[in-house]
């Protein structure tokens, strides 16, 4: 819920506990939001303000709205949310390289095994959905680090299971408390970044979101190789991870959602002032858990039904699956037809990390594009202006998946589908940051809800990418199996331009992001 910044009255910037003295007239307690006598309520008796003691933000340079806080401040704050975001994403696939060792010790096929991946994925994709309501009424911090924290407990869970169902179960439920910081991060930005900035500081976010999938095989399959027990050691170090930067976390990482902090600050007012007629809109709600489940953790579903959401949801969904089916495509391709051994068959998947490094650097120089169109427009976002490098990215991701399949013979030296690889994922990242950045600005009050949905959307295609992938690339073969996924990634080139040309209209019939408009 965000405030209106206009100024409040006897309010000093920043510091609750500076007012005038005519505010200090003592006030019963139990006559809260009553008028309270006051020299100025006598002399407005018979029109009284409503929003008199209505606390608000006091301007736009107002030093307690976290738009205006210190670039450290907002960078520190980016970095440890992003933190939180790359432990479920890095514990997304660095069980894959152990799911061989699983299904031997369990007697199980691959693909039964391979449900400790896909369940985890479904986990992150629901976990969102519950806890980014929650930040939107409760803040981002509890809404992030508290879920967070115990995703880490059923990473130990994993670790110790001693039957497959319990593995399973608690890779779900990992993943579930783990999808928190997945959506609830990108609300952070739009909390604490402005537009013209918002862009890069959303660049660096999707870094950890499509890194550590990239990066995590590699160190799977080294634990894998390291004895009978070396899948056990992917949930310790997982756990080890989320409770290390969890407890910083809480430690260190300040509120940044409007809303709470302004009712925080009214409550300060209301105890040094004895004053119980202060209070923020967030205070004006009578929340109760009827209106939680059937208003607030709805929201992301309804919003996954508008057109704006089901599109952009569906192209970041099928290109994020195209990432975790390169995960698997790169065993195939280099430890089944090349025969490579099982560490160096995943290293590379590094090749997708470099291309995540450069659509990076492309979405950075759009971005900075973005900020001079943003200050052309008077501050105003323009979410069309986000989709520039993703009408190039489009293009891209089918190119790069027609590369890797067709040069995937060992004919062809290993560097032609690793250049393959890294193409394919240079059209991956300019698409889902395109997407990412859109659904924000042109949602910005719910852009929580909004990630909420996009993310429960691609971890369903995720999921269902490696239950597939393994088996289609080894039916169709490589080439075959790349083209396929190729093609479909050509039918969809058209949704960018689309949006670009008509996503004002779209908008304004959509009451989520009629707002912005």
Not at 502 to 515: A, H, L, T, V
Request: charged fraction near 15%; hydrophobic fraction near 45%; include cysteine.
């Amino acid at each position: 819920m965000t405030t209106p910044t206009c100024k409040t009255p006897q309010v000093s910037r920043g510091n609750p506990e500076s007012f005038s003295l005519e505010d200090r007239a003592p006030t019963n307690p139990r006559m809260a939001g009553a008028a309270v006598h006051s020299p100025v309520n006598e002399k407005n008796s018979k029109n009284p303000d409503p929003d008199q003691y209505l606390v608000k933000f006091e301007g736009e340079d107002d030093p307690y709205c976290p738009l205006n806080w210190s670039f450290k401040k907002k960078s520190f704050t980016t970095m440890m949310y992003a933190c939180c975001t790359f432990g479920p994403q890095f514990s997304s696939s660095v069980y894959g390289p152990v799911i061989g060792d699983v299904a031997a010790l369990y007697n199980v096929s691959t693909e039964v095994a391979t449900l400790g991946v896909s369940l985890f994925l479904i986990g992150v994709g629901f976990g969102p959905m519950v806890f980014a309501p929650i930040s939107e009424v409760y803040g981002r911090k509890i809404g992030v680090i508290v879920p967070f924290f115990i995703s880490g407990l059923f990473a130990i869970g994993c670790a110790t299971a001693s039957n497959l169902q319990t593995v399973i179960i608690m890779r779900f439920f990992q993943g579930l408390f783990g999808g928190a910081p997945v959506s609830n991060s990108g609300g952070v930005l739009g909390d604490i970044w402005r537009p013209e900035a918002r862009g890069i500081a959303l660049v660096c976010y999707s870094f950890v979101v499509a890194g550590g999938p990239t990066l995590a095989p590699v160190i799977g399959a080294s634990l894998s190789v390291s004895g009978d027990n070396g899948w056990r050691w992917t949930g310790y170090l997982c756990a080890a991870y989320t409770f290390v930067v969890a407890i910083i976390s809480a430690i260190t990482v300040p509120e940044t959602y409007h809303p709470v902090l302004l009712s925080k600050k009214a409550k300060q007012m209301r105890i040094a002032t004895q004053n119980w007629a202060w209070h923020s809109r967030h205070d004006e709600w009578d929340l109760t858990f009827s209106e939680v489940v059937t208003k607030h953790m709805a929201r992301p579903f309804a919003m996954l039904l508008t057109p704006i959401v089901t599109a952009m949801c569906t192209y970041a969904a099928f290109a994020f699956g195209i990432l975790y089916l390169g995960v698997v495509a790169i065993p195939v391709e280099f430890r089944i037809v090349r025969g490579w051994k099982e560490v160096p068959s995943c290293l590379p998947a590094l090749g997708m990390f470099v291309g995540i490094l450069i659509g990076g650097l492309m979405n950075i120089y759009f971005g900075r594009r973005y900020a001079r169109v943003l200050r052309a427009n008077n501050g105003k976002p323009i979410p069309e202006e986000r989709l520039k490098a993703t009408r190039i990215g489009c293009f891209l991701m089918p190119l790069g998946l027609f590369i890797f399949g067709w040069t995937s013979n060992p004919k062809y030296p290993w560097i032609a589908p690793v250049c393959g690889t890294t193409v394919m994922t240079i059209g991956f990242f300019t698409i889902f940051q395109g997407c990412l950045n859109y659904l924000v600005d042109a949602f910005l009050r719910f852009s929580a809800s909004a990630i909420a949905a996009t993310t429960f959307a691609r971890s369903c295609f995720a999921a269902a990418f490696p239950l597939f992938g393994d088996i289609m690339f080894n039916k169709l073969g490589v080439p075959w199996g790349s083209s396929l996924v190729a093609f479909i990634a050509v039918a969809m080139i058209p949704i960018p331009f689309v949006f670009y040309r008509f996503g004002p209209e779209i908008r304004k019939r959509n009451p989520y992001s009629s707002q912005v408009m």
